[in-house]
């Protein structure tokens, strides 16, 4: 595998910069998801590194070598796209096969039949593997797609939400054997992704876009812990971060403008000064929806909690991060 660096890129369209003056290194081996909302520069990036967009300054590296000027074809990359493309005409295995048909690769044919089986195995088409791609609901098809950029041996893995079209327990489960194919072979996998759960379980490294440019780059707890500004802490956290006046729970540090209290760092007690506005039962946990001193506040409880809407609570901060007027992290 390689590793991919990208130095000072960018890449307008327009007047609009996808990408600005972005460096980001994703290391040899390691998993580092995409993170950032539409038009943050996620997929541009990957387009970028698989040579299907150029860059308008800087480089882009692959295993050490100056990209400029090869080609997608030279770059020994595999990319699956958010939407699925695959050979109508040809069969499910047809379709896995034909990546390792290359005359570049010279793929023995008993090589091809076993790595088409066995990927077929792990996405759970290999009944599927004489139906053409016609004959496929829209999940089976993204299952194949994955299953293509898989049965190859690239530099690098590039992949573009190719979670988002399968439900949800093809999904988890998928989550867990694309982690396991990648920590198996060493692989190198630049991932983009919506899903913080994905990104939480499945990455070795989470990289925050904004417009283009690198917010921050860590471990997903890392990033989850101490988030380098508001824009950061709001990309990971399933409710998201909290955030509220710095002083409404007393004094502040100097500079504060705002405190953030992700959902577990939310006491409650027996008082009178919060009120729940609505209890939220997801199965394996409850959330709380909380009015407190007119803001809205979320925090999680106990799956079989008898609190309900109209209780009232103390409420009272835990672990806060504190951020100034622009959005930036302080120390407490």
Do not use: C
Request: glycine share 8%.
């Amino acid at each position: 595998m390689a590793e991919i660096r990208l130095e000072n890129v960018t890449r307008a369209y327009g007047s609009v910069k996808a990408l600005d003056n972005l460096s980001i290194t994703v290391h040899d081996g390691s998993f580092l998801v995409l993170l950032g909302p539409t038009g943050a520069g996620k997929t541009t990036t990957l387009r970028m590194v698989a040579g299907l967009e150029r860059p308008e300054q800087g480089q882009i590296f692959i295993n050490n070598q100056n990209m400029d000027g090869k080609t997608a074809a030279q770059r020994n990359v595999a990319m699956v796209f958010q939407q699925y493309s695959l050979y109508p005409h040809l069969t499910v295995r047809e379709n896995l096969a034909f990546p390792l048909k290359s005359p570049l690769l010279k793929t023995p044919a008993d090589i091809i039949k076993g790595k088409v089986e066995e990927i077929s195995e792990v996405l759970q088409i290999s009944h599927k593997l004489d139906n053409k791609a016609t004959a496929l609901s829209g999940g089976e098809m993204q299952r194949v797609s994955i299953g293509r950029a898989l049965v190859r041996d690239p530099s690098v893995y590039l992949m573009d939400e190719p979670l988002s079209s399968l439900d949800a327990k093809l999904r988890a489960d998928l989550r867990i054997e694309l982690k396991s194919i990648q920590s198996d072979r060493g692989a190198t996998l630049l991932y983009v992704t919506h899903d913080q759960v994905e990104a939480m379980t499945m990455a070795t490294h989470v990289g925050v876009l904004d417009e283009g440019k690198l917010v921050q780059i860590g471990s997903p707890r890392e990033i989850y812990e101490d988030p380098v500004s508001i824009y950061a802490a709001g990309r990971l956290g399933q409710p998201r971060i909290n955030i509220l006046p710095a002083d409404l729970f007393g004094t502040a540090p100097s500079g504060a403008k705002w405190i953030g209290l992700r959902s577990e760092h939310i006491i409650y007690t027996e008082g009178s000064d919060g009120t729940v506005t609505r209890v939220e039962r997801l199965g394996d946990q409850t959330r709380l929806h909380m009015r407190f001193k007119g803001h809205d506040i979320v925090t999680v409880t106990d799956a079989h909690t008898s609190l309900k809407s109209g209780d009232t609570l103390a409420v009272a901060p835990s672990h806060p991060l504190f951020f100034d007027q622009s959005g930036k992290r302080i120390s407490s």
